[in-house]
C-alpha cells in the first residue's frame, strides 16, 4: 500500500496549483464565470500546451497515457480555484468514452481536436424523466440506410453551449427502462433538427436542453456497438464521478480553511468567534468530513485504475459522502460567516454553490446509497 | 383541553374562505401561484385590502385599529386560510415590528403620527440594527447618536437592511452614550429615510436577488422628538421588538403549504416503475419534515395560549425561531431534491414565470429560495444565539 505519487503526478500537481494560485483569483474565476462564454479560451490554450487536457488519455488515443490520479489530481487543483474550464465535461466525461470505445476514426476526428484545445465536448444522458437513471432513455434513433434518425430532449447537458460535438444517448431497442438497446451517437452541434436552449447555471457554469427533431446521423458516429451504450456510458459516468469528486473535495478543503481563518479574525463579544466552542466543534466536524472524502476518493480511485471487483461500490460509497460532506460544510461555512456567507460579493457562497450542483451531478445522495446496497 | 374548533370557529374559517374568494385578486394571485416577486404597488393593495377587513394588524390593541379583536384560534385559521391560499406575506417592518415599539413605548403624539400610516401601508418601514462590526453581538454597535439642540446627529453604517430601496423610514438602535454597560448607552430612534446624509446600497445575495442594504448615516439630522421611550432604553426596547419579531417567524402556515405542495409535484414525478413521493427513501424525509412540523405547530400554539392569558413571549420564542427556519430550510432543500438537475439552471427575478426558463414550469424560484433561505438561520439573532437564550433563560446555565 502507498499513498504517495509519482514525480510526474506531483510535477503536474504543482504545476496546476500555481496556475489556480498565481493565475486564477477571485476576481478573474469571477469575470470569467459572467463572460458570455462562461469561461476563459485563452485558459483552455493553455491547458492543451501544458498538456493537461490529454493527460489522461491512453497513448493509443494520441494522450500522454497518465491515470485516473493524473486527473484527480487536476480535478482537486481546479476545485480549490472553482476553476469553470470545462476539463470534466470534454475530457472526462466525453473524452474518456471516446478513448475507451471510440473508433479510429473517431480518435482522430473528435479526440485528437479536444485534446490539442480546438474541440470542445459534451456528454448528453439526462432526459427530463430520467433523474439519475442512465438506463431510463426516451430519445430514440431509428435506422434509416447508413444513417440513424434521431428524435427526442436531453436535460441540462454541461458545457453545451461550447460543445461542438455532443455524445447523446438514444434508444434503439427495448423499452424506456432497459439497459440493452441504448446506443451512444456523437452528434455535430450545428446538425440540422438539434436546437439548443443554452442556459447560465447556478454554480456559474453553462449548460444546454437539447431538442432533437429528425436528426440526420451517419452510422459511423456510433460509439462502440449499437443497442450496448450503456455499459459504456456507466463507465464513462464512473470516471466522472470520481473527477468531479476531486473537485469537491478541493473545494471543501478552501472552504473548511476560510471558515477558520474567518471566525480567527471576527471579532463578536469582545472575542474571536473561533473561541466559542460551539463553533470549534462544527469546524472541527467540517474538517473531519473533508478528510473523510479524500479517503474516499483515493480508495475510490485505486480500485478503479487496479480494475477491483468492487470498485463500482467503492465509487457510489464515495458519491454518497461527497454529497454529504459537501452539503454540511457548504452549509455550514456559509452559517459560520454570517450575513457575509450569502453575499454573491465573498467566494463562500459560490463555493457552496459548486458543491450544492456536485451533490446533485451523477447521481445524489439517495441515488448513490441505493446503488451501493445493490452493488 | 380540546382540540375541536367551536361553532363560532367553523363559521369564521368560511368567512375567511369567503372573503378571499371574492377579495383577493387575480393577478396577485396568479404571480403568488408561480412564484413571481411582487412589485411594492402590489404588496400595499393587498395589505389594504386585508386592512379594511381588519384581518392586517391582529397583534394590535384594538383602540388603534378599529376593528374587533380576534381569538388566538382564529388567529390560527386566518393565517391558515392566507397561507392556503398563497397570500402575500405581509411585510413585517412596520405592522409587526415598529409599530408595537410606538403602541408600547412611544408617546401619544408618536402613536398619531405613525401607527395610521402603517396600518394602511402607506409608510413603509426598514430596520437598521445590524453593524458591520455588529453582528449576534449586536450591543456592540457604534453608530453615534449625537444630542444638539432638538436634533440628533447620527453617523455610522447599518448593514443587512431589508427592503431599505423602498422604505420610507427606518427604525435604528443608535448609542447615545458611551457607558461601561455597553447595552445601556442604545437608544431607539426614527429616522426618515428621505433626510439628507443618508446613502442606501444594494447588497446582491447569492440567489442573485436585491433584497438587502447597506445604509450609511452621514451627519443625518434628526428631530429628538423622533427619540421613542427614554434616551439609553434602546436596548429593553430591541429585546422586546426581537422576542415579538421570532415569535411570529416559525411561519408555520406556509410550511404546511409548502409541505402539501412538496407532495402533490413529487407524486407526479416519475421515478422507475413509480413516483418520487413512493420512494421510501424521499417519502421518509417528508415524514420526518411532518412530524417536526406539526410539533413546532403545537408549541407555537401552546406558546400563544399562554400569550393571550396575559404572558408575553420569553425565551419560548427561540425555541420557535430555531424549529421553524430549520424547517424552513429543510423544506427548501427538499424542492431542490426533488427538481434534481433542473434545480441548476440560474434565472433571475425578473425571469421567473416567463418563457425563458426550463424544466418544469414550477422549477425556476427553487433553488434561488433555496440558497436564499441560507439566512433564516443567521437573521433575526443567529440559531446559536438562540440556543444560547434557551441555555441560560430556561435552563439556567
Not at chain 2, 404597488?41 to 390593541?61: M, S, Y
Not at chain 2, 438561520?377 to 446559536?384: H, Q
Amino acid at each position: 500500500m502507498d499513498f504517495t505519487f509519482n514525480e510526474e503526478q506531483t510535477l503536474i500537481q504543482d504545476q496546476v496549483d500555481q496556475f489556480v494560485q498565481k493565475e486564477y483569483d477571485w476576481e478573474t474565476r469571477q469575470s470569467l464565470s459572467n463572460s458570455d462564454l462562461g469561461f476563459g479560451e485563452s485558459n483552455w490554450q493553455k491547458f492543451a500546451e501544458l498538456g493537461w487536457l490529454g493527460i489522461s488519455v491512453s497513448e493509443d488515443s494520441g494522450g500522454f497515457g497518465g491515470s485516473a490520479i493524473e486527473s484527480m489530481l487536476i480535478m482537486e487543483a481546479f476545485g480549490k480555484g472553482l476553476v469553470v474550464e470545462p476539463f470534466l465535461e470534454t475530457m472526462i466525461m466525453a473524452g474518456s468514452l471516446i478513448d475507451n470505445h471510440g473508433s479510429d476514426e473517431q480518435k482522430s476526428l473528435v479526440l485528437e481536436p479536444a485534446i490539442s484545445g480546438e474541440m470542445h465536448l459534451a456528454l448528453a444522458y439526462a432526459e427530463p424523466q430520467s433523474r439519475f437513471n442512465l438506463s431510463d432513455v426516451v430519445t430514440e434513433a431509428k435506422a434509416d440506410g447508413e444513417n440513424y434518425i434521431l428524435n427526442g430532449y436531453k436535460s441540462v447537458v454541461m458545457n453545451g453551449p461550447s460543445a461542438n460535438k455532443v455524445i447523446i444517448s438514444a434508444r434503439t431497442s427495448g423499452s424506456q427502462l432497459d439497459e440493452n438497446g441504448i446506443t451512444l451517437f456523437i452528434v455535430d452541434s450545428d446538425s440540422n433538427g438539434l436546437a439548443k436552449t443554452n442556459y447560465k447555471t447556478v454554480d456559474g457554469r453553462r449548460a444546454s436542453d437539447l431538442t432533437l427533431e429528425n436528426v440526420s446521423v451517419s452510422k459511423d458516429n456510433i460509439i462502440g456497438s449499437l443497442d450496448s451504450g450503456f455499459e459504456i456510458l456507466d463507465s464513462a459516468i464512473d470516471k466522472a464521478i470520481l473527477a468531479i469528486s476531486a473537485e469537491a473535495v478541493g473545494a471543501m478543503e478552501v472552504l473548511y480553511k476560510t471558515t477558520v481563518e474567518y471566525t480567527k479574525t471576527r471579532e463578536q463579544f469582545g472575542t474571536s468567534i473561533g473561541k466559542f466552542q460551539v463553533l470549534q466543534h462544527r469546524m472541527v466536524d467540517m474538517f473531519m468530513e473533508y478528510e473523510q472524502c479524500k479517503s474516499l476518493l483515493y480508495m475510490a480511485t485505486m480500485k478503479h485504475e487496479e480494475g477491483a471487483p468492487d470498485a463500482k461500490k467503492a465509487i457510489s460509497g464515495l458519491k454518497y459522502q461527497v454529497g454529504k460532506a459537501g452539503k454540511f460544510i457548504g452549509q455550514q461555512a456559509v452559517q459560520l460567516h454570517g450575513g457575509m456567507g450569502v453575499t454573491d460579493e465573498l467566494n463562500v457562497g459560490h463555493y457552496f454553490k459548486r458543491l450544492t450542483t456536485v451533490g446533485t451531478i451523477f447521481g445524489n445522495t439517495d441515488y448513490h446509497l441505493k446503488k451501493y446496497t445493490s452493488l | 383541553m380540546d382540540l375541536k374548533f367551536s361553532e363560532a370557529d367553523v363559521t369564521f374559517r368560511e368567512e375567511v374562505i369567503n372573503f378571499l374568494e371574492t377579495e383577493y385578486p387575480d393577478d396577485i394571485k396568479e404571480k403568488q401561484d408561480k412564484r413571481i416577486p411582487l412589485e411594492k404597488d402590489e404588496i400595499v393593495r393587498w395589505q389594504q385590502i386585508l386592512n379594511k377587513k381588519g384581518w392586517f394588524a391582529i397583534n394590535w390593541p384594538t383602540e388603534y385599529t378599529n376593528h374587533e379583536e380576534l381569538s388566538v384560534t382564529q388567529k390560527y385559521i386566518l393565517q391558515e386560510e392566507l397561507a392556503k391560499a398563497n397570500t402575500p406575506t405581509n411585510i413585517p417592518f412596520g405592522v409587526g415590528m415598529c409599530a408595537p415599539v410606538v403602541y408600547t413605548f412611544g408617546t401619544d403624539e408618536q402613536k398619531e403620527k405613525f401607527l395610521p400610516s402603517i396600518l394602511n401601508s402607506e409608510v413603509w418601514w426598514c430596520q437598521g440594527y445590524s453593524e458591520p462590526g455588529s453582528g449576534s453581538d449586536l450591543a456592540s454597535l457604534k453608530t453615534k447618536a449625537e444630542l444638539k439642540g432638538d436634533k440628533y446627529i447620527v453617523n455610522g453604517a447599518k448593514t443587512w437592511t431589508t427592503l431599505a430601496q423602498h422604505a420610507d423610514w427606518i427604525f435604528c438602535l443608535v448609542r447615545t452614550e458611551t457607558t461601561d454597560i455597553k447595552q445601556e448607552g442604545i437608544s431607539f430612534l426614527l429616522i426618515d429615510m428621505k433626510t439628507p446624509g443618508i446613502e442606501v446600497k444594494p447588497i446582491i445575495t447569492i440567489d442573485g436577488s436585491h433584497e438587502v442594504n447597506m445604509v450609511y448615516f452621514d451627519n443625518v439630522e434628526v428631530p429628538a422628538e423622533n427619540l421613542v421611550g427614554e434616551q439609553g432604553q434602546g436596548w429593553n426596547i430591541a429585546k422586546f421588538l426581537l422576542a415579538h419579531e421570532r415569535s411570529g417567524i416559525a411561519g408555520i402556515a406556509a410550511l404546511k403549504r409548502e409541505l402539501t405542495r412538496l407532495k402533490d409535484l413529487s407524486s407526479d414525478i416519475p421515478l422507475g416503475e413509480g413516483t418520487l413521493l413512493e420512494d421510501v427513501q424521499f417519502r421518509n424525509k417528508i415524514e420526518e419534515t411532518e412530524i417536526e412540523l406539526t410539533a413546532t405547530e403545537f408549541t407555537e400554539l401552546r406558546t400563544l395560549a399562554a400569550m393571550s392569558q396575559g404572558g408575553s413571549p420569553g425565551a419560548e420564542s427561540s425555541i420557535l425561531k430555531i424549529k421553524g427556519t430549520e424547517l424552513q430550510q429543510t423544506i427548501s432543500e427538499l424542492f431542490v431534491e426533488m427538481l434534481a438537475y433542473y434545480a441548476h439552471p440560474f434565472y433571475l427575478e425578473n425571469e421567473i414565470g416567463t418563457n425563458e426558463t426550463v424544466g418544469p414550469d414550477y422549477a425556476a424560484p427553487v433553488m434561488p429560495h433555496y440558497l436564499n433561505y441560507r439566512k433564516v438561520t443567521i437573521y433575526g439573532g443567529s440559531n446559536e444565539i438562540q440556543r444560547n437564550v434557551i441555555s441560560k433563560a430556561i435552563l439556567g446555565l
